[in-house]
């Protein structure tokens, strides 16, 4: 024993922020030194003797063996992706859907029940109330802002938490942190799906939560190219549990979209800040037009809750909601009325979508059920993208009353 403090070799990388992680974390160089990522499609690996096979298959030697276990191209974007969630472990996966089916497979059983937040992505919902119940797991859904509702909905049996923040459309947020603690003092765990704000504004695993969930295809890629998903988490709950799953199954991703998402992540972090600098504009602006109801955008003072907002992740995203006057057919007249917004509900595009929740991604549910849920006949989604600001107002203001 000495008295001389032990000074660790320090990580130059362990302070860098979103932006040069989106860059320089996990940077794939082989043997060509080539500067931009490669691409190894391949589908298998082969060894240099059979030794060297044997123990690569028996774990006790690192090595590629078969694509649907691992690919350099692949693993570059899942250590990419943990390093920003600030994850051990990331398992990518073939689009968002297949994260979110891989990680309930892979740790949840019949008997187990699933609390989620009402208002789910439409095919999230789909998955949990057609599939997951097939196979003996209950599943129902609490208000995603009550924390009070969510202690209520907990059985004996819960086993996992799952919230989408901020909601789409009505841009809801959820207190990550009194989720993660609830779940925690009941023996359950807690998933986030990311895909609206991205580590670039919100990381959930420093909130408390044990899973993020991404759909790649959204802000990740950023250009509207490729599907591709992820579970980002520790070293046992993803490395282990949920990577056994993904490489048996089968929902892997390719070496090529994982190369497209790479490349997108270079640019993650001042795409995501300019995407808000529009978003936040363009709600500002909606606030004041004739003819606009109330505006849904969690940047806003007036949004109900800015302050948890603020409080928990760094920005608040793309998605601007607001109410037309007219219900339905003032919606659909301003919607019709653009002639550059895309009428599609993709987002996380360079390409600013418009589209009417009501009758599209939020058609398939009762009238009651959508009433309930505060999706009005007038009500309207920007997933506001990369154009000039003042060309997204001229084509949202075609549809609209002139004072
Ligand atoms: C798009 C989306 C998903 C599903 O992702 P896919 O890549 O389309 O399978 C899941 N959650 C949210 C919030 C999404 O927007």
């Known amino acids: ?77 899942e250590q990419r992706l943990a390093r920003m969630e600030g994850g051990d472990a990331c398992v990518a996966t073939a689009s968002g859907m297949a994260a979110i089916l891989s990680l309930v497979l892979a740790t949840m059983k019949a008997g187990d029940h699933l609390l989620a937040s009402a208002g789910l992505f439409g095919a999230t919902i789909n998955l949990f109330n057609n599939y997951f119940v097939k196979f003996g797991i209950e599943v129902s859904y609490a208000p995603l802002a009550d924390v009070e509702a969510w202690k209520q909905a907990l059985r004996p049996n819960t086993k996992l938490l799952f919230v989408e923040t901020p909601s789409n459309p009505l841009t809801e947020i959820a207190d990550v942190r009194a989720l993660a603690d609830l779940a925690h003092a009941h023996g359950a765990r807690l998933a986030v799906d990311n895909c609206f704000l991205t580590p670039v504004f919100q990381k959930p695993l420093a909130l408390g939560a044990d899973y993020v969930i991404h759909s790649a295809t959204k802000f990740l890629d950023g250009q509207g190219r490729c599907l591709g998903g992820a579970v980002v988490g520790d070293a046992d709950k993803v490395g282990k549990e949920v990577f056994g799953f993904m490489r048996t199954a089968g929902p892997c991703l390719s070496p090529f979209n994982a190369w497209v998402f790479l490349k997108g992540m270079e640019t993650l972090a001042v795409r995501m800040k300019a995407h808000e600098d529009n978003a936040r504009r363009l709600a500002s602006w909606l606030n004041e037009q004739v003819g606009i109801g109330r505006v849904f955008y969690p ?105």
């Open 1 to 77: 024993m000495t008295d001389t403090p032990d000074t660790p070799e320090e990580d130059p990388t362990a302070l860098w922020g979103p932006a040069t992680l989106g860059i320089r974390a996990a940077e794939l160089r082989g043997p060509e030194m080539e500067h931009s990522p490669s691409i190894y499609p391949t589908s298998s690996f082969v060894f240099r003797s059979a030794a060297e096979a044997a123990r690569v298959f028996a774990g006790e030697q690192e090595g590629n063996v078969y694509g649907r276990f691992t690919n350099p191209t692949v693993r570059a974007f």
């Open 299 to 403: 940047g806003l003072a007036s949004h109900p809750q800015h302050e948890l907002a603020r409080a928990q992740s760094s920005g608040y995203g793309a998605i601007v909601s607001f109410e037309v006057e007219g219900g339905r057919q003032g919606a659909w007249k301003l919607i019709d009325s653009t002639r550059m917004i895309s009428i599609t509900a993709n987002l996380g595009d360079t390409r600013t979508t418009i589209t009417h929740p009501a009758t599209t991604t939020h058609g398939r549910i009762s009238a009651e059920a959508r009433a309930a849920a505060g999706i009005s006949e007038g009500l309207v989604r920007v997933a506001v993208g990369l154009e000039d600001l003042e060309d997204l107002q001229a084509d949202l203001l075609r549809g609209l009353p002139q004072p």
